[in-house]
């Protein structure tokens, strides 16, 4: 059957609080640099208290991914869990405005929406510090089958790892699109979420997953290597396409026996690389989603990471689509 | 007596919602381009559901400008009226996180923490849409006797006059700070403002005020004229300095007889022109609070404009403290 839908994110649903910092703070407030780290609803506050003046904007791995997506022209949806709260209609509203369709229902009563606490250092690098609120809410029940099925793929975040029962979630999702036909992709996330949770995600990569997205830091550290290229051997095979990325030095894409080497886009400054592994997926996923051959899933995928570092924020501020079209892409 | 603060800056409290918007989405929302109009919680959720995806970002013209001043090292307080609510606390956060005095009890139970939606074209263009929530509630009891007394400029934004008891409010402010020796500044906010309370605002400038601002379109409202000429005959003499704005052109500052005309800084890129006023009044006033002669605060401010127009929100990016020092202003 067509797909109706390009992807569907199944995500954290966060919103992302900015403010700049200098690395005396990281480390005063004992934060690993580049990291993100889970924090309770006292400590956001403490930390909060103490962080500088901040933007609030919708945020979320899958969540920027979709958004990225849907500015390059794509077709998506997004589940994930928000309160009913002020930081809940916000996300929404962004979810829905940028086309995205996102139909769960808020939860009621519970804890409030996700927020993550995002310091950026002069350097462009940002530390996360999430406070995951209605987020330890996502459960299978939330997963709508139709609209699995109805997706080319769907897009799984690692950080849905740490909620305690989106892991059920992730599986279920992980069956429905199988069993539909579609194709299932996962994002390692954060190298320490990988630490964390090792054992389960070298299970389901290799059970469940069709297209693998991590940075270097991420994929060593599912391998338990320090070598880029052994952890590139050991992957080999175990997903139908693996895109690692490397920051300036560009993506290295593997599939059925190849290897695409493709270079980092300019960005004319670099001021916050919060949402460049989201984007990038975004691009790939559009490319791939689109008839694209794997190098132009690549470079797309550049092209959107190159935007989203060059701002404040991990969502695109221009139309992709149009920069794409400047690039010669689309 | 020497004063313990720069400026102390009284406004309506509003946190901005900031999304991209083209020409014809404003003519289908019969909105006046670069004009800040009142809406009702009705619209706003109206207005809301159809705009684009956007950022929150603290704001309110007398907020930015206190900002800016803190941005260069000044020393401020701010008044204005929140509620207990979610954005309420982004507001607090956000003023006492860049290190402005910011004492006043949030409003229990009553409306929600104001919000601006502001819509910007691609011409950088920003048109506002502001729904007063909880300013509404603002009085003259909100206005604390020493803090007034303890800052050499009490500034005012012209907005002040749509919330009922503002009024009131505003003219005690000037008052207390006239017995106590201080400056009392005003802002005319927005030439549409300006109409609606011509032979007010020309009372309080006349009986009141020590330090006006205003750009062409508000000045020129004010004396019921086109020519910028007139209006600027019209206004000399009836205060102490009068700094007006004219966008790229620069501004023009009367005191005393004298004029000077200062050119507008350069921006690389212009994105948003939302804050411009609100920061040039921050770079004039942190001039004048500082012992700098007429000109070279017209130059802090439009340092401070510049920096604001080159990107999305109405608050500084980065160290205007730092800008003026590799400017040679500072």
Redesign the interface.
Known sequence: MAAALDVVGIGNAIVDVI??ADDRFLERQGLRKGSMQLIDAARAEEL??A????????GGSAGNTM?GIASLGGNGAYIGKVSE???GR?FA???R??GVRFDAAPLRGGAPTARSLILVTPDAQRTMNTFLGACVELGPEDIPAELVAAAQVTYLEGYLFDPPRAKAAFQKAAELAHAAGRKVSLTLSDAFCVERYRAEFRALIEGHIDILFANETEITALYGTKDFDAALAAVRGHCEIAALTRSEKGSVILAAGATHRIAAAQVAKLVDTTGAGDLYASGFLFGLTHGRDLASCGRLGSLAAAEVIG???A?P?TSLKALAQQAGLL
Chains 1, 2 share one sequence.
Not at 51 to 58: D, I, Q, V
């Open positions: 403010a700049q909060y208290a962080m500088g003046p901040a933007l609030e904007m919708s958004a709260d002020e930081l916000v509203h962004d979810m405005a940028i701002h404040f924020g969502r501020e």
